[in-house]
């Protein structure tokens, strides 16, 4: 049962072009709250600023200014508190295919964090839970998973032992930036499934990142649309794609695929 | 707009289809290619000659008053000018030569790995001050240095020359190592293993080494390649270590002793084929090496193409089929 809040979040990268430098503001006065068992979709555009955020909630960036709260409590950047937070708050990678270790097996990947967060654990006992997470994001048979190396898998089967990952520590924030856009069509609705199912299983808190308005709509509780930084709407999933109220969430969603529209458009014309 | 939710079934694996990751692939070690096992036959040899041949030969330093004379029973392959065993002086001559390629092999991999690997991973103002003692060396001509040092120390070591000749050889490999560390260390599972708490050192060692090998690996054979010719070189011009033999030194004599104009191919043409033998043998690994860094390297070999040639058979049947 974990609560993450971020409060005016700002990150500013400096940039160098030649002898002068610049400052672009990635992520601009951000806050929200991620709740257990609710999932909060953050959508918008290339270079808004989406994977920025989720840096920061995982402190593999500072904020230029704001903070974060674990429970109400600010996080804590380094030693034990860290330690714990990392317990907490785990990331799913946007593309599977780099964020597997093309040197090490599918056990030694999901080994680690379950070695790292529980150390007293014996050998076996560690064995036991790779292959009960290998059970549980449903890579079978679990033995034969837990032998290979990520160029044997496929994308969907990679991204599923990089949820399995994530999980081990056991988390009660999950961060999802955009899981399933490098996977084929045919199976992205498979692997969002099972992270719903996850999520209810373990009354995950959830931000799904995303260009995918539909599958926002779908899976998600709260939707977050950003615009170059800042979030310029926010509210109820079906609130905010059914009437949206900034312009640019209105060009989002009537650029979204809609067959419905589209069938009626063709009729009418 | 509607979704339909499929039921997160069970993603079966094929049965029966266990992958049993070779010995060699997990270790990471190159497949084993024609061009491969040449290489390792040919510098292993040479390496054992060197390794043991000094126990068997006779002593290379002795002088006899038979003068120069061609292979025979006494002396397998001649003698030189004041009749020493050819024989005896190249099996020390490879030793000498191989200690130096193994000193500066070792020598590189460190200075290059902790220049190039630790700079590039550690990031902000170290991986500043060590690309700057990189590039600073890098620009420094090496031969040049080479003979400048070699000639201001007269009584000069096997191990001196060797740490000269590493000296103004790692720059190079450092830069190249440093432009690959920086590239993995932004990689996703690098940040996942951040994610995942692991320590600092622990991601260097066990995450972005272990996917270093290969070009570390082709580095160091590259830099042994180098300092035998670059020992060779030198001796040739008469600034080798002192008070030790090798390939280099060997031709150095000979060609004082006119070896050539006297006809005396005995005591010239083996140092000189071991060294090109050697090197050929390294760069032949170093290809091989090369194919697992970058697989576009990696051509077909003729039998793999025979395979895509239909028989005539299946001509027939794919003829009838089209009819
Ligand atoms: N390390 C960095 N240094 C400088 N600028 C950066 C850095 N990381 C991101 N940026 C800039 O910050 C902005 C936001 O980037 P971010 O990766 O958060 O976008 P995004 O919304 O995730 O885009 P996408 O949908 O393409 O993943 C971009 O303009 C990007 O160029
Ligand atoms: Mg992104």
Known sequence: ?269 | MALTTQAAGPVGLPAGSAPQPTRRRRLGLPPMTAKLATGLIISGAIVLFGLLGPFVVQDPARVDDIGLTGPSGAHLMGTTQTGQDVLAQLAYATRGSLTIGAIVGVLTLLLSGFFGVVGAYAGGWVDEFFSLCTNIMLVIPGLPLVIVISSYVPDKSLWLVALVLSLTGWAGSARVLRGYTLSLRNRDYVLASRVAGEKRWRILAVEILPNLIPLLASQVVFAVIFAILGEAGLAYLGLGASGSISWGTMLYYAQNGLALRLGAWWWFVPPGLLLALFGAALSLINFSIDEIINPKLRNQTRSARRGWVMSRKQLETAKEATL
């Open chain 1, 1 to 269: 049962m974990t609560t993450l809040t971020a409060e005016h979040l700002v990150k500013n990268y400096h940039l160098r072009r030649g002898l002068r430098g610049g400052t672009l503001r990635a992520v601009d006065d951000v806050s929200f709250t991620l709740e257990p068992g609710r999932t909060v979709a953050l959508v918008g555009q290339s270079g808004s600023g989406k994977s920025t955020i989720a840096k920061l909630l995982l402190q593999l960036e500072r904020p230029t200014a704001g903070r974060i709260l674990v429970d109400g409590k600010p996080v804590q950047r380094r030693g034990g508190g860290l330690r714990r937070y990392r317990r907490t708050v785990q990331m799913v990678f946007q593309d599977p295919f780099a964020s597997l270790n093309p040197y090490h097996t599918v056990e030694h990947h999901l080994e680690r964090p379950i070695r790292l967060h529980h150390p007293k654990l014996a050998s076996d006992e560690v064995h036991r839970r790779v292959l009960h997470l290998l059970e549980r994001v449903r890579l079978t048979p679990a033995e034969n998973v837990a032998a290979r190396r990520p160029h044997q898998l496929s994308g969907g089967q990679r991204q599923r032992v990089a949820i399995a990952r994530a999980l081990a520590p056991g988390p009660g924030v999950l961060i999802a930036d955009e899981p399933v856009s490098m996977l084929d069509v045919s199976i992205r609705l498979g692997v969002l499934n099972l992270l719903a199912t996850l999520q209810r299983e373990e009354d995950l808190g959830l931000l799904y990142i995303t260009h995918d308005l539909a599958t926002a709509r779908h899976f998600a509780d709260e939707i977050l649309v950003m615009y170059r930084g800042r979030i310029v709407e926010r509210g109820d999933a079906d609130e905010v794609i059914l009437r949206p109220q900034h312009e640019y969430t209105k060009t989002l969603a009537a650029a979204a695929p809609n067959p419905e529209r589209r069938l009626s458009e063709l009729r009418g014309g």
